[in-house]
Every structure is written in structure tokens, then in C-alpha cells.
């Protein structure tokens, strides 16, 4: 069964500085790999996700994240944060051919800008 | 298009009732997946219908059900509340066969069991 780590529980970071956020996943092979993001009582927001190539994903909103095999790693990156870039960050693994696409989640990183 | 619309956005309910929550799916997409989602936890698979029979389910109670109608929109049954049963259910639709994981969330339904 799959499982994923986010080991951050919440990260504050100042307005225009950088950002990074961890996510590691464990499945016996190569997964499929999403960044969610949450605001205050709202649904998920799809940022990025990877299923396979180029190990360098970009999304939106200036997101950004890199698949590490060796390290079982998929970590949210962006250079420069914004106020609105507040919320709950969530990494998720899927199972290539499970026959239903069930997402399983990581406990979230709360991230919160400061002027 | 339409997003996906989650019925109602609030309630409270007590230990031991049952409830029915809603879900419209998004248009174009033929399938629900229902997660819950704790206070301070990442959400949970609950299961998936598409062409209106469970496709997949996580590890939760039978008490837990679903149905999926024609229209594609679905419930979620809770029989026997519990006090643990209290969170944010969040439905997702998708278009099952692109292989996409194309989920579309709607904003849930927070409850709370007293």
C-alpha cells in the first residue's frame, strides 16, 4: 500500500522569500505524484502532478516540484511567495493501474506568509 | 461547465442518527470519489462509484455507503454516528478511463457529530 510523508506540519515563511516543501511517498514502484492546495474551508486545488518524463514539473500559480526517485521525494518548490500563497499544502500518491484512481494523502503543511 | 456542488455545507448531527450527503458532479464527468477529512488531517478515500457500483473503497465501516444515480450525481450514507464520524466530506468527481486522476473538488460538507 502507498503512504506519504509530509514532515512539516507548518512553515512560515516571509512575502518574496523562497519556498520549499517536503513530500516523501512509499509504493514499490513508480507512482503518480499530485500538490494539492486547501484554503481556509474550501475544496482541493490541483497544482501540479507527475506521472512520468521529466522529473521537473511546473504548475500553476508559480509552483513548481521535482521527482527524486532515489529519494522517494516529490517537494513543492516556488521562488518568490505571496500573501494569497497562504493555506494548506497537501502531497498525494495514486497507484498507476489500480483500477480506480484513489488518491492517498499526506497530513498537509500549513503555510503562512508573514510581511 | 458547472463545478461540483456538495449539499449541505453544514450540519450537526447526534451520536447514533443517520445522514445523507449530496454531490452534483461536474459536467462531463461519469465518476464520485468521497474522502473524509479530519480536523488537521489530510482527506481519506471513503470509496468510488462509477456506472452507479462501488469501484474501490478505503478502509471504512459498512456503515459507511454510497450511491451513484444516472445523472452521475451521488450520496453518502452514514448509518450509527459516531463522535469519530465528525469532518469535512469532500466528493471529487473525475472522468474515469482517461487516466488522469482528473478530480474536480467540491468545497465539502463539514460535520459534526454531537
Known amino acids: 500500500a502507498q503512504s506519504v510523508t509530509q514532515p512539516d506540519i507548518h512553515i512560515t515563511v516571509s512575502e518574496g522569500a523562497s519556498l520549499e516543501l517536503r513530500c516523501n511517498y512509499s509504493y514499490g514502484a513508480t507512482p503518480y505524484l499530485f500538490w494539492y492546495v486547501q484554503s481556509p474551508g474550501q475544496g482541493l486545488q490541483l497544482l501540479l502532478k507527475?506521472?512520468?518524463?521529466?522529473?521537473l514539473v511546473q504548475g500553476i500559480k508559480g509552483f513548481e516540484a521535482e521527482f527524486k526517485r532515489s529519494q522517494s521525494s516529490f517537494n513543492l518548490r516556488k521562488p518568490s511567495v505571496h500573501w494569497s500563497d497562504a493555506a494548506e499544502y497537501f502531497c498525494a500518491v495514486g497507484a498507476p493501474g489500480s483500477g480506480n484512481e484513489k488518491l492517498t494523502f499526506g497530513t498537509g503543511t500549513r503555510l503562512t506568509i508573514i510581511p | 461547465e458547472t463545478g461540483v456542488t456538495q449539499s449541505p455545507t453544514h450540519l450537526i448531527k447526534t451520536r447514533g442518527q443517520q445522514v445523507t450527503l449530496r454531490c452534483s458532479s461536474q459536467?462531463?464527468?461519469?465518476?464520485v470519489s468521497w474522502y473524509q477529512q479530519a480536523l488537521g488531517q489530510g482527506p481519506q478515500f471513503i470509496f468510488q462509484?462509477?456506472?452507479?457500483?462501488?469501484?474501490g473503497r478505503g478502509n471504512f465501516p459498512p456503515r459507511f455507503s454510497g450511491l451513484q444515480f444516472p445523472n452521475y450525481s451521488s450520496e453518502l450514507n452514514v448509518n450509527a454516528l459516531e463522535l469519530d464520524d465528525s469532518a469535512l466530506y469532500l466528493c471529487?468527481?473525475?472522468?474515469?478511463?482517461?487516466?488522469?486522476?482528473?478530480?474536480?473538488f467540491g468545497s465539502g460538507t463539514r460535520l459534526t457529530v454531537v
Open positions: 462509484y462509477y456506472r452507479e457500483e462501488e469501484n
Open positions: 471529487a468527481s473525475s472522468l474515469v478511463g482517461q487516466g488522469d486522476y482528473g478530480y474536480t
Open positions: 459536467s462531463g464527468h461519469n465518476t
Open positions: 507527475y506521472f512520468s518524463g521529466d522529473t
